[in-house]
């Protein structure tokens, strides 16, 4: 996993980290796939979780963002999809049980002050039960819990959830932003205005393409 944001999210970023340190206990991370909503929440999470960040970007060098590294954060747990054997699975679910584990460890006291963070992503893969079970820890957070949850197509959770959870919006790229990175990847620029056309916009899809 990224912790670190794509360009188009630096400043972004810095708005969301204040809003989320501060206002709500869950928020719902909006934006489009391809524009990188996803390394933007995590990108988020690990600024939450920073001990030293810079201008709101993780710093990267801290214990905090060594054991996020590491994959050992004492205080940070992610719900991904379960994609089966990449064969029998059409639509990736988040399952049940890892939610109850995911619950159980919020539960717990945070190892730092920061708190505990939980990442869902996206959230639209939470089966119903999944669903139902997080809706009831949002509705009674454990105190010094922040709950981030990345939807590119949010009109399909439930309901109830989206009421829980306060809405940020991720940017799109600007075209010439979009580009710029492109470049840094290696994409040929006689074909990034074309790919760019084809995917709508988004780099992250162009650079897949």
Do not use: Y
Request: glycine letters at 6%.
């Amino acid at each position: 996993m990224n912790f670190q944001p794509l360009p188009w999210q630096v400043e972004w970023l810095s708005h969301a980290r204040n809003m989320a340190s501060s206002h709500h206990h869950a928020w719902l991370i909006v934006g489009r796939t391809g524009d990188g909503v996803g390394q933007a929440a995590a990108a988020l999470a690990a600024s939450l979780l920073c001990l030293q960040p810079r201008h709101s970007v993780a710093c990267g060098e801290c214990p905090s963002c060594r054991w996020l590294a590491g994959d050992v954060h004492p205080d940070f747990r992610s719900l991904l999809p379960d994609l089966g054997d990449g064969e029998t699975v059409k639509l990736p679910t988040i399952k049940i049980d890892a939610v109850r584990e995911a619950l159980e460890f919020m539960q717990l006291s945070a190892a730092a002050e920061r708190g505990r963070v939980l990442l869902v992503d996206p959230a639209t893969a939470l089966a119903r039960e999944s669903a139902n079970a997080l809706l009831k820890a949002l509705e009674e957070p454990p105190p010094n819990t922040r709950w981030l949850l990345v939807a590119a197509q949010p009109e399909r959770l439930l309901p109830t959830i989206r009421s829980r959870a306060l809405k940020i919006a991720v940017p799109r790229p600007s075209l010439a932003a979009a580009k710029s990175w492109l470049h840094e990847q290696g994409v040929n620029p006689s074909s990034m205005d074309s790919l760019l056309q084809q995917t709508r916009g988004e780099p992250l899809t162009a650079l897949a393409a």
